[in-house]
């Protein structure tokens, strides 16, 4: 069964503290691994894709790579607007369509 | 914004009633997806539609069903409403190709009493 873990499940960090979280995932085939991000009460929004190992991708302060068992996502210099739950999902290559399995997120807080 | 619409936004219901939810997928898209995302949990996999037909279903009973349109917009049906049903039902839109990213409208929250 495909199985993702998140890591840590919530971190705290001051304004400016670099971090990284962690996505851990046992698939049978896998055809892409995504990052969202989720504020309170809405839909999770799109940041990267990555395809394959030795794969990274940036956008502002994230940073998403990834390696044949995981993939981190680098937070550089934070700011309190980063402040969200960050959601990892593996996609398979086959059956089930598009589908993605989802992680549980890390909620993270910046403070100032 | 990603051009993905879900209405209503919030939604109370009794415990047996039934619900229909619906999505507007963004403009190009003729994939849609449905998932049920409980309190501190990540989204579930409860179907899709590709071209008005299911092309996948996840680990949900058949009292969930869905239909698409030849538009591409989507319903989510649920009969005999639980309490467990109680959750944010999340819509996602995608491209004809297999790699293209899912696009998620803002969600339904359900709440069943």
């Known amino acids: 069964e495909d199985q993702v873990t998140q890591s840590p499940e919530a971190l705290r960090l001051q304004e400016g503290e670099s971090s990284s979280l962690n996505c851990s995932y046992t698939v049978s085939g896998l055809r892409g691994l995504f990052w969202y991000r989720q504020d309170p009460g809405k839909g999770p929004e799109f940041l990267f894709t990555?395809?394959?190992a030795g794969e990274e991708k940036e956008k502002e302060r994230l940073k998403a790579t990834l390696t044949k068992k995981e993939s981190f996502l680098h937070i550089t210099a934070p700011k309190p607007e980063d402040s969200a739950t960050y959601l990892c999902?593996?996609?398979?290559?086959?059956?089930?369509?598009?589908?993605?399995?989802f992680g549980t997120g890390t909620q993270l807080k910046v403070e100032l | 914004e990603t051009g993905v619409t879900q209405s209503p936004t919030h939604l109370i219901k009794t415990r047996g009633q039934q619900v229909t939810l619906r999505c507007s997928s963004q403009?190009?898209?003729?994939?849609v997806s449905w998932y049920q995302q409980a309190l501190g949990q990540g989204p579930q996999f409860i179907f899709q539609?590709?071209?008005?037909?299911?092309?996948g279903r996840g680990n949900f009973p058949p009292r969930f069903s869905g239909l698409q349109f030849p538009n591409y917009s989507s319903e989510l049906n649920v009969n005999a409403l639980e309490l467990d049903d109680s959750a944010l039902y999340l819509c996602a839109s995608s491209g004809p190709t297999a790699n293209t990213e899912a696009f998620f409208g803002q969600g339904t929250r359900l709440t069943v009493v």
């Open positions: 539609y590709y071209r008005e037909e299911e092309n």
């Open positions: 403009s190009g898209h003729n994939t």
């Open positions: 990555l395809y394959s």
């Open positions: 999902a593996v996609q398979i290559l086959t059956g089930g369509g598009n589908k993605l399995t």
